[in-house]
């Protein structure tokens, strides 16, 4: 599927291919949080890296990302890294060297009519906002931290995903 994307001042604009192309997992982690400027949480996709067409690539900015340290919940930089528009600040798409074949758009800059997703994933929840409700109930799966499948399994597991087989 090919989505377009864009920020919010559509000084960045971007199209991407995605063969999994279901908003089906929301992240309640601090960076998906703040960068979001929302107590909910943060969504992103996967696609493409070699499909991305980008217009407007000066107005971009990144920054690195941070996790979780499992032994003392410190925040350590990673790899990752977060691209937002340096005009309007929005949150674009994430980046992670370990996977150079994807890049990860924020479900919430595509401005594609995406698929709703028949099940939703919360993850991340030991760092969700105390005050945000999170929903319960069937067709909702929760997790601490990550879930037990990629967003490539998930796709598969629900007859979803839209590329090539292996």
Not at 107 to 132: K, Q, S, Y
Not at 135 to 152: A, N, V
């Amino acid at each position: 599927m090919r989505l377009e994307g864009s920020c919010y001042c559509k000084a960045v604009r971007f199209s991407v291919t995605s063969h999994t192309p279901y908003p089906y997992m929301r992240c309640y982690c601090s960076a998906c949080r703040k960068t979001a400027g929302s107590g909910g949480f943060g969504c992103n996709i996967m696609a493409e890296a070699a499909s991305l067409e980008l217009a407007g690539e000066a107005e971009m900015r990144f920054h690195h990302g941070y996790e979780h340290d499992p032994d003392t919940d410190a925040l350590v930089e990673n790899e990752n890294r977060r691209y937002f528009c340096s005009r309007c600040g929005s949150a674009l798409w994430a980046h992670d060297p370990r996977w150079p074949q994807w890049i990860y758009p924020f479900a919430g800059v595509i401005d594609t009519p995406l698929p709703r997703p028949p099940e939703i994933v919360h993850i991340m929840l030991d760092f969700a906002a105390p005050w945000v409700a999170i929903p319960r109930g069937e067709g909702h799966r929760h997790f601490q931290r990550y879930p037990d499948e990629s967003i490539l399994e998930w796709h598969r597991r629900h007859g979803l995903y839209e590329g090539p087989t292996d």
